[in-house]
T-cell receptor
Framework: KAGVTQTPRYLIKTRGQQVTLSCSPISGHRSVSWYQQTPGQGLQFLFEYFSETQRNKGNFPGRFSGRQFSNSRSEMNVSTLELGDSALYLC????????????FGSGTRLTVV | QQQVKQSPQSLIVQKGGISIINCAYENTAFDYFPWYQQFPGKGPALLIAIRPDVSEKKEGRFTISFNKSAKQFSLHIMDSQPGDSATYFCAASRYSSASKIIFGSGTRLSIRP
């Protein structure tokens, strides 16, 4: 079966712009989580959506937001981009949010210049 | 208190040897400890996980040892193979909010043929 699909794979944006990343979970998975991966901070939890509702949230500023659609697809938006937002953004999905069931996508590499 | 400390940062092991990666945590509320494997260009993949009610879990060549009193856990890779070369992350979470995974900083493992 298809895995977690993230689009686009690579993105270059200018400081101050906004960006939207997309994640299509594995069919039937209702929980989608987003993580930021950087060399300096490692993997950090952004937020989780379950049945179109944000269920958990990490410690990121309000410039980072997300949403989930009725088909479980999720989008993440970052407004007013800063150079420090350059990172690999990973999406993970599972049936209901249990840790053991999480499958990660290959990520979107965002570069802010 | 939310941190998971991982060591070493990098590790080189000869083919056939034992690779050992160590992690420590502070938050006693954590009750789920997974290990993830990440290859370049890919997202992390769940390798093996343990709950604190057992001291050891083995799956093939991979073993987690868990010391609840010391708040430490480790990954042992027996008979290490070149295909095991990857970055390994220990992690912790509360099963009740399993999506919020706290990751260690990662260990880059290289297996020399």
């Amino acid at each position: 079966k298809a895995g977690v699909t993230q689009t686009p794979r690579y993105l270059i944006k200018t400081r101050g712009q906004q960006v939207t990343l997309s994640c299509s979970p594995i069919s039937g998975h209702r929980s989608v989580s987003w993580y930021q991966q950087t060399p300096g901070q490692g993997l950090q939890f952004l937020f989780e959506y379950f049945s179109e509702t944000q269920r958990n949230k990490g410690n990121f500023p309000g410039r980072f937001s997300g949403r989930q659609f009725s088909n479980s697809r999720s989008e993440m938006n970052v407004s007013t981009l800063e150079l420090g937002d350059s990172a690999l953004y990973l999406c993970a999905s599972s049936w209901t949010g249990e840790n053991y069931g999480y499958t990660f996508g290959s990520g979107t590499r965002l570069t802010v210049v | 208190q939310q941190q998971v400390k991982q060591s070493p940062q990098s590790l080189i092991v000869q083919k056939g040897g034992i690779s050992i990666i160590n992690c420590a945590y502070e938050n006693t509320a954590f009750d789920y400890f997974p290990w993830y494997q990440q290859f370049p260009g890919k997202g992390p993949a769940l390798l093996i996980a343990i709950r604190p009610d057992v001291s050891e879990k083995k799956e093939g060549r991979f073993t987690i040892s868990f010391n609840k009193s010391a708040k430490q856990f480790s990954l042992h890779i027996m008979d290490s193979q070149p295909g095991d070369s990857a970055t390994y992350f220990c992690a912790a979470s509360r099963y009740s909010s399993a999506s919020k995974i706290i990751f260690g900083s990662g260990t880059r493992l290289s297996i020399r043929p």
